[in-house]
């Protein structure tokens, strides 16, 4: 086995941690500081992989998350509209097959997710991008990143069925 692969698989480890501890936060802040802190490790991980979307789409995605978070509730649908648009751009170079695409993909539909502010839309979304991130990263060998994804994606669903009790959310 080589070294940079289980190195990449302890930075997994790292983000799995530091994703279990954001899942308890309560504050807006720490949440997009913990999210700061696991996409900053997972964009390292990726590197060791190789998988370079991922790692391009996770530091992109610090970026959204220090926007948003200035931005409070107000976030100008012309920031996401940029965001979107850097995604793409600098993504460009990256993708060279049907699985580059995943990354990007879970980026910009997160992102419209938060920019619509309900906490629904966001909480589906999540458990979406989770389905995709396991593709991902079981075809880059992120191992432990897979299970970091499934355990996100129960955490989504069941965020889903509280929020779907709540009757705010009766349909």
Same mark, same amino acid.
């Given at each position: 086995?080589?070294?940079?692969?289980?190195?990449? =698989?302890?930075?997994?480890?790292?983000?799995?941690?530091? *994703?279990?501890?954001?899942?308890?936060?309560?504050?807006? !802040?720490?949440? @997009?500081?913990?999210?700061?802190?696991? *996409?900053?490790?997972?964009? #390292? =991980?990726?590197?060791?992989?190789?998988?370079?979307?991922?790692?391009?789409?996770?530091?992109?995605?610090?970026?959204? *998350?220090?926007?948003? @978070? !200035? @931005?409070?509730?107000?976030? %100008? &649908?012309?920031?996401?509209?940029?965001?979107?648009?850097?995604?793409?751009?600098?993504?460009?170079?990256?993708?060279?097959? #049907?699985?580059?695409?995943? %990354?990007?993909?879970?980026?910009?539909? @997160?992102?419209?997710?938060?920019?619509?502010?309900?906490?629904?839309?966001? +909480?589906?979304?999540?458990?979406?991008?989770?389905?995709?991130?396991?593709?991902?990263?079981?075809?880059? +060998?992120?191992?432990?990143?897979?299970? *970091?994804?499934?355990?996100?994606?129960?955490?989504?669903?069941?965020?889903?069925? &509280?929020?779907? !009790?709540?009757?705010?959310? +009766?349909?």
């Amino acid at each position: 086995m080589k070294l940079t692969f289980i190195i990449a =698989q302890v930075f997994g480890l790292l983000v799995f941690i530091f *994703n279990i501890i954001g899942h308890t936060k309560l504050t807006t !802040k720490k949440v @997009y500081i913990y999210n700061g802190i696991c *996409n900053s490790l997972s964009a #390292v =991980q990726y590197v060791l992989l190789g998988a370079l979307s991922g790692a391009l789409c996770c530091l992109i995605a610090i970026l959204r *998350n220090i926007v948003f @978070y !200035k @931005y409070k509730n107000k976030v %100008p &649908i012309y920031i996401l509209l940029i965001y979107i648009s850097l995604v793409i751009l600098l993504n460009f170079n990256f993708v060279h097959n #049907v699985l580059d695409i995943i %990354p990007i993909i879970n980026v910009i539909i @997160y992102a419209i997710a938060l920019f619509t502010k309900d906490i629904m839309n966001i +909480k589906v979304t999540g458990v979406f991008t989770c389905l995709l991130g396991i593709i991902y990263d079981f075809t880059n +060998k992120a191992y432990v990143t897979v299970l *970091n994804e499934i355990i996100d994606g129960i955490i989504g669903i069941r965020c889903i069925n &509280i929020l779907r !009790k709540n009757e705010k959310y +009766k349909r």
